[in-house]
C-alpha cells in the first residue's frame, strides 16, 4: 500500500462533484488520510507541474492558469497506484472508458482545451509512480498550508457573518471553530470551504424540497424569495419536510397561474381558488387588493399602499372609490389617519364574501371575492381602470 496525491481540480469543486468522486475512491477500497481544501500558490503550481516544461511553455501556463490561486482539494490517498489510476481513468475524459471518474463525469478534450487556451478539465489529479507520489506529498506537505481557523474566518466574510449559510453548514462552521469535528465532520468542512471561496456554494434544498431554502434564523426562502418563517429548532424532520412541501406546492401553483411570488401572495388564500382559465384581471385583483369595503349606497373601495415615514408609519392614506362609472382617488395626508376609519367613519364596511359572521374577507375564498366583484358591478373595465390608479400609485411611492 502506498500513499499517494491526488488534487480534485477546479473543475471538480465548480460542479460539486467532490464528494462523488471521494465515495468513488471509497467504495474501492482507497482510504483518505488527509482532505484539505485551499488555493495553491502559482509557485507550487509550477513545480508541480515542472515536467511539462519539456512540452513547452503554453502547455505548462495553460495548467498552471487553471489551477494556480484557484479551489482545490488536496488528498493524501492510501492504496495501490495503478488502481488509482484505473479507477480515475485515461487523462483525457472523451478517451476514458465508462465506469472511470473521468469516462462518467467529464467531457472535455485536448483538441478543445487548445482551441480555447485553458487547462485540460479532467477534474482529478494522481500520482503516477512510486517516485512522482514521493515527490508530490513532500511538495504539497512543505508548500500548501490552510488553517481551519483562517479557513472559518473566510467562510463568514463570504457568507455574510455566515447569513447566507444553511443551519447545518453554520453547526458545522461552529463545531470546526469550537475543534469539535470528527473525520467526517472536517471533510464536510473542507467541502464547504471549497465551495465557499469558489462562489458556487447555494444552501442546500430545505428537506430535500427542490427550490425551498432556509437561513440560519428559519425564513424560509423559494428561488431565494423570502415567503415564510419555520422554528426549525422545535420542529422534527416530517414537519420540516411536509412544510417545505407545501411551500412548493403553493408557489409552483402561483408561477403555473401567472402570480408573482411574494410573501402576500404566498399567503393569501384567495388564489389557491384560481387556475390558468381565470381571467387575467381577477387574478390582479385577488393579487393586489387585500383590503376591501363596501357601502349601502352602493359604492365600494380599495385600499393602496401607503408613503411611509423613516419609522415606518404611513403619512398619508390612500384609497379610490368606486361610485358607478366614476372612480375618484382619495388621498388623505397625516399619520393619524387609517383607511380603515376613514372609510368606516363615512359608512363602509368589510363585506360579506361568504366568509361568515365576524370575519373579515380574508378567511373567505377566492370564488367568494370574485362573485363579491361581481355582485357590486366591478366588472372588467373598471377592475382595469382601478388597477392601473394602483399600479400608478407605486411608482408614486419613493423606494
Excluded at 388564500?269 to 382559465?277: I, R, Y
Aim: net charge negative; glycine share 8%.
Amino acid at each position: 500500500m502506498s500513499l499517494i496525491l491526488a488534487l480534485l481540480k477546479p473543475d471538480a469543486v465548480r460542479r460539486h462533484l467532490c464528494e462523488e468522486i471521494l465515495n468513488r475512491l471509497r467504495a474501492e477500497g482507497f482510504q483518505m488520510i488527509e482532505v484539505l481544501a485551499g488555493r495553491p500558490s502559482r509557485d507550487l503550481i509550477q513545480e508541480h507541474y515542472a515536467n511539462l516544461a519539456s512540452r513547452g511553455g503554453s502547455v505548462l501556463e495553460r495548467n498552471v492558469g487553471f489551477l494556480a490561486e484557484q479551489p482545490v482539494v488536496k488528498l493524501v490517498v492510501e492504496g495501490e497506484i495503478p488502481a488509482l489510476r484505473r479507477l480515475i481513468g485515461a487523462t483525457e475524459p472523451v478517451k476514458a472508458q465508462r465506469g472511470t471518474i473521468r469516462g462518467d463525469l467529464a467531457t472535455d478534450s485536448i483538441e478543445i482545451a487548445e482551441q480555447q487556451g485553458r487547462g485540460l478539465h479532467n477534474l482529478i489529479h494522481a500520482s503516477g509512480s512510486e517516485e512522482s507520489a514521493i515527490r508530490e506529498l513532500q511538495l504539497w506537505h512543505a508548500k500548501f498550508h490552510v488553517e481551519p481557523s483562517q479557513q472559518a474566518i473566510e467562510i463568514l466574510r463570504l457568507t455574510q457573518d455566515g447569513n447566507a449559510l444553511s443551519p447545518f453548514h453554520l453547526h458545522l462552521l461552529q463545531e470546526s471553530a469550537n475543534r469539535n469535528l470528527n473525520q467526517k465532520g472536517q471533510e464536510a468542512f473542507q467541502m464547504l470551504y471549497a465551495y465557499v471561496i469558489d462562489g458556487s456554494y447555494a444552501r442546500p434544498w430545505l428537506a430535500g424540497v427542490e427550490h425551498v431554502t432556509a437561513d440560519t434564523n428559519g425564513y424560509v426562502y423559494w428561488k431565494g424569495i423570502q415567503i415564510e418563517h419555520f422554528s426549525l429548532n422545535r420542529m422534527n424532520a416530517q414537519a420540516i419536510r411536509e412544510g417545505a412541501v407545501a411551500i412548493s406546492r403553493t408557489c409552483r401553483h402561483l408561477e403555473a397561474i401567472g402570480i408573482p411570488v411574494t410573501t402576500g401572495n404566498y399567503l393569501s388564500g384567495w388564489l389557491e381558488d384560481v387556475d390558468q382559465a381565470t381571467p387575467d384581471y381577477l387574478k390582479q385583483a385577488l393579487s393586489k387588493f387585500p383590503s376591501f369595503y363596501e357601502n349601502p349606497d352602493g359604492r365600494v373601495a380599495f385600499e393602496l399602499a401607503a408613503p411611509r415615514d423613516q419609522s415606518g408609519w404611513p403619512t398619508e392614506e390612500r384609497y379610490p372609490i368606486v361610485q358607478g362609472e366614476q372612480i375618484l382617488l382619495h388621498q388623505v395626508p397625516g399619520k393619524d389617519a387609517h383607511a380603515h376609519h376613514l372609510l368606516t367613519a363615512e359608512g363602509f364596511k368589510l363585506p360579506d364574501c361568504g366568509q361568515g359572521p365576524d370575519r373579515c374577507p380574508v378567511a373567505a375564498t377566492g370564488h367568494g371575492v370574485m362573485q363579491w366583484y361581481k355582485r357590486v358591478g366591478m366588472d372588467e373595465q373598471k377592475m382595469q381602470r382601478v388597477l392601473q390608479i394602483h399600479e400608478q400609485n407605486l411608482q408614486s411611492i419613493p423606494e
